[in-house]
């Protein structure tokens, strides 16, 4: 029993570290393609649906300079000791305090805090885009109480952001088929986007 106990927790463990390396691995790259590309600035998207937590519900659509996204992931990527990795990129505690203070952030708060960069916690869906290309969430009148009052977070979802189209819209800005780089698609010409 607690052969098999460790094993699950060790899969998890795997699991958790591979999604963290994943998500800056993410985030390098795309900085890399935006100091290349003359890009000063970057916003942070998040997968809004019943399962966001209140730390990426917050983040998403926040902007940040890509200068210190570049600078602060050459900190965590040049640490081999874990105990600084996780001074260098924290996660906001999600207690009901720590959410408060994190609330109390401002831009440059965040930035002091190195909060500008996902993961924010474990198996975070956050990524980096181009400034402009985040989805805004706008509920109209109709959705007014069922936001308040919601019984099936799925039919929600589903209400909000329909088949999340601009999820496939940011991916093929970032890894777009015959893309030459992260950020520039390589097909050129007025194709259509959704071929």
């Not at 890509?66 to 640490?79: C, I, K, P, R, S």
Request: charged share 20%; glycine share 12%; aromatic share 6%.
């Amino acid at each position: 029993t607690l052969r098999a106990a460790g094993a699950k927790r060790g899969s998890q463990y795997l699991g958790l570290a591979a999604n963290l390396h994943v998500s800056r691995l993410s985030s390098a790259g795309f900085l890399l393609e935006a100091t290349a590309g003359g890009i000063k600035e970057y916003q942070v998207s998040e997968l809004l649906d019943s399962h966001t937590c209140a730390v990426c519900r917050r983040m998403h659509g926040m902007t940040f300079p890509v200068a210190q996204g570049v600078q602060h992931l050459a900190q965590v990527f040049g640490t081999t000791d874990p105990i600084a990795l996780a001074n260098l990129a924290p996660w906001p505690k999600q207690t009901k305090a720590g959410l408060a203070a994190f609330n109390r952030l401002d831009q440059a708060g965040l930035l002091d805090a190195r909060f500008h960069l996902p993961p924010y916690h474990p198996n975070c869906r956050g990524i980096i885009v181009p400034v402009g290309t985040v989805p805004v969430l706008e509920i109209d009148e109709s959705l007014a109480g069922a936001v308040a009052g919601i019984t099936e977070p799925d039919v929600l979802g589903e209400r909000l952001f329909g088949n999340r189209k601009d999820l496939s819209d940011t991916a093929s800005v970032l890894f777009g088929a015959g893309a030459v780089s992260a950020l520039y698609d390589g097909r050129g010409g007025d194709e259509d986007p959704d071929a």
